[in-house]
């Protein structure tokens, strides 16, 4: 089943729209001024996919994909002399600002800069220069965030936790007196501000080993932003040695507890690997039966990776597409869905810098939908508006096995609506709950 996003009616639409863009021309002559195109400033957040989901696993128990809210980050625009000229949040920046021509930076972070440590709090931050040319509008190129703060998780080998009575704890400190107290059960990490000066943490052990009272403390050098440092505790080869006399103990180390740490680079993507959930426990699916080992009647269900596929002819869906060179090298933006078990839900959403949620309304849509259930108490109409553009709906998507999109027609009308992101998140789920999500997404400079 093939379904076109957009129907002409939707098409001339947006058509209408652009005709009023192209009508724009800058009145700012004489002035000395010029304008910034505020929807060219598309954000790129390197690993906050893995960080994101690394906080949720340690409370869900399992890590799968989500998606990096940029609406509430913090963009600042500093003139040539550091000094902040104009601040917004990145979903309510005005359109076309106006700036005295001259040398610029945008700056764009998570939040507020952290003053102090905090439990899964990683700060994101990035900027890139831009020049204003009196009676010209600017656009800007991709600012790229990292982690601006330093990211340390402790750990407790189970070897070591049962030699223990119960009372392990490290202390994280920093040179600014910033503190972490980690325990076995605490499996977050904790998050330190980078301040100037800040090169070494220091991490105060203690507990009781094989009736022993350990504690010592180890210095953790040469920290920056943007790193991300385990230390592990466990027990050392030899737990039954002789006490050592107290002259020779070295303090950074314990009697019984070696110390392990190792560094992780957050400001260079890291491969996201998402997990793999067991479905064992939902109903039907409890395993095998011990009395039939091979149980030859229930066939083997898949895993949650196999359960909801995605393929593309445009082959790498983790890339955002430059729709300026999709459409000079004839590209095809297709999304074929294969699920075994049947769909249960597509919800589709659409995130586009150039087709916001008012221009969705006036087109009878909204953000977001589920095509298999369009009914929306806020839009009444939207199921039939759906269908008029040409979008699979109710039983044409239930329970179906194969679906495929393609948009291809609707990426020239992007170009035509301006400089922006727009993405297309495709989240589908089957009849026995496993769900799968991928985004199409594309880009105009």
């Not at 009575?165 to 076995?184: H, I, N, W």
């Not at 959403?349 to 150039?354: A, E, G, R």
């Not at 199921?383 to 990426?411: A, H, Q, R, W």
Request: charged share 25%.
């Amino acid at each position: 089943m093939k379904a076109k996003i957009f129907s002409i009616l939707a098409s001339a639409a947006m058509l209408t729209g652009v005709a009023s863009c192209d009508s724009y021309e800058p009145t700012l002559n004489g002035t000395k001024e010029g304008k910034l195109n505020t929807a060219s400033i598309a954000v790129e957040v390197s690993n906050a996919e893995k960080i994101i989901n690394d906080a949720a696993a340690t409370l869900k128990g399992a890590r799968s994909r989500a998606v990096v809210d940029l609406s509430g980050y913090i963009v600042t625009v500093v003139d040539a002399n550091g000094q902040p000229v104009k601040k917004w949040t990145y979903s309510q920046m005005p359109e076309l600002p106006t700036f005295t021509e001259g040398s610029y930076t945008v700056k764009v972070a998570s939040g507020e800069e952290p003053v102090t440590a905090a439990w899964d709090a990683p700060w994101f931050r990035g900027e890139q220069s831009f020049t204003i040319k009196a009676d010209e509008v600017t656009d800007v190129d991709v600012v790229k965030c990292t982690l601006a703060n330093i990211r340390v998780t402790v750990k407790f080998t189970d070897d070591l936790v049962k030699a223990s009575a119960g009372d392990l704890k490290a202390v994280v400190r920093s040179e600014d007196a910033q503190s972490l107290t980690y325990t076995p059960s605490e499996t977050r990490s904790g998050y330190f501000a980078a301040v100037d000066g800040l090169v070494t943490l220091s991490v105060a052990f203690s507990g009781t080993v094989y009736g022993t009272e350990e504690k010592f403390t180890k210095a953790v050098t040469d920290v920056d932003a943007g790193q991300h440092r385990i230390i592990t505790f466990g027990l050392k080869n030899n737990p039954n040695q002789p006490p050592v006399p107290s002259g020779q103990i070295d303090p950074t180390e314990g009697i019984n507890v070696r110390t392990d740490v190792t560094d992780e680079d957050l400001t260079v993507d890291v491969p996201f690997e998402e997990d793999v959930l067991d479905p064992s426990g939902r109903p039907g699916q409890e395993g095998s039966d011990p009395s039939n080992p091979d149980n030859p009647e229930q066939p083997t269900p898949p895993v949650a990776g196999d359960a909801v596929k995605f393929d593309s002819s445009l082959g790498d869906l983790s890339k955002v597409y430059d729709i300026d060179e999709f459409i000079a090298d004839g590209s095809v933006a297709d999304l074929k869905v294969t699920v075994p078990a049947g769909i249960a839900r597509m919800m589709v959403k659409i995130d586009s810098q150039v087709l916001p949620a008012e221009e969705l309304g006036s087109l009878g849509l909204m953000p977001e939908f589920d095509l298999v259930n369009p009914v929306n108490p806020d839009n009444p109409d939207m199921g039939t508006k759906l269908t008029e553009m040409g979008f699979p709906i109710g039983d044409d998507v239930k329970g179906k096995t194969y679906v495929e999109f393609d948009i291809t027609g609707f990426i020239p009308l992007l170009k035509e609506l301006g400089a922006g992101y727009s993405n297309f998140v495709i989240t589908v789920t089957d009849n026995d709950g496993n769900t799968n999500a991928t985004t199409l997404k594309f880009n105009k400079k």
